[in-house]
């Protein structure tokens, strides 16, 4: 499976992005699915998950409420809408997939495919 993030770019505080994550392969109906983000100077961290189905979804709490994930099976994409986006928001945005796992899954280590990044840069 290969994974390509796409639709980041720079807000002013207040305002929405949508992220894409296209991926090849058969098998993508059957992998959870998340978002990470990275920080300049910090870790990688999950902001959301989605299981197999897109029924299951699951957030960080810094972005519960502002953002929504949803997949598309058909057309092997998945989404990210970010609203009331804030500057702590500005990173590196990663989704990833999980050949272990259907169901929600959280921990970076779960995951065996990772897209590029795409830059988020929120301006206050």
């Known amino acids: 499976v290969q994974l390509q993030a796409f639709g980041g770019g720079l807000v002013q505080a207040g305002g929405s992005l949508r992220l894409s994550c296209a991926a090849s392969g058969r098998a993508f109906s059957n992998y959870a699915m998340a978002w990470f983000r990275q920080a300049p100077g910090k870790e990688r961290e999950f902001v959301a998950a989605?299981?197999?189905?897109?029924?299951?979804?699951y957030y960080a709490d810094s972005v519960k409420g502002r953002f929504t994930t949803s997949r598309d099976n058909v057309k092997n994409m998945m989404s990210l809408q970010m609203n009331s986006l804030k500057p702590e928001d500005t990173a590196v945005y990663y989704c990833a997939a999980s050949k272990k796992y259907s169901r929600i899954v959280t921990s970076s280590t779960d995951f065996d495919y990772w897209g590029q990044g795409t830059q988020v840069t929120v301006s206050s």
């Open positions: 989605i299981n197999w189905s897109g029924i299951s979804t």
